[in-house]
């Protein structure tokens, strides 16, 4: 068993930055591949990236390529979302989640996941 728990959301003006953790216990995250969503009102889940530890490789949504870095520290069991030059459009709770395994297309898939955090809400205004 796995509990995550994100932090770090707030508000933020467009442009601006924003740097979300996820705390894991439990099991350590580095058996896993790491994955960020996101959910907007009225929207569903959305992928936003995820990050394997076989082979060390991190994958991002189209819309959030080159702004947005996974990245985890694994003697702290925490997995981070750097968020950069965020939008309007970025609003949304972000939630992570951890899966065994996954091929880069099923790891943009929230049925892959095998845990999930409780999410934390990211607002960026314009």
């Known amino acids: 068993q796995v509990q995550l728990v994100e932090s770090g959301g707030g508000l933020v003006q467009a442009g601006g930055s924003l740097r979300l953790s996820c705390a894991a216990s439990?099991?350590?995250?580095?058996?896993?591949?790491m994955g960020w969503f996101r959910q907007a009102p009225g929207k569903e889940r959305e992928f936003v990236g995820a990050l394997t530890w076989w082979d060390i490789s991190t994958y991002y949504a189209d819309s959030v390529k080159g702004r947005f870095t996974i990245s985890r520290d694994n003697a702290k069991d925490t997995v981070y979302l750097q968020m950069d030059s965020l939008k309007s459009e970025d609003t949304a709770v972000y939630y992570c989640a951890a899966a065994s395994w996954g091929t880069t297309t099923e790891l943009s898939r929230p049925g892959v996941y095998d845990y999930w955090g409780q999410g934390t809400q990211v607002t960026v205004s314009s």
């Open positions: 439990g099991r350590t995250v580095s058996n896993y591949a």
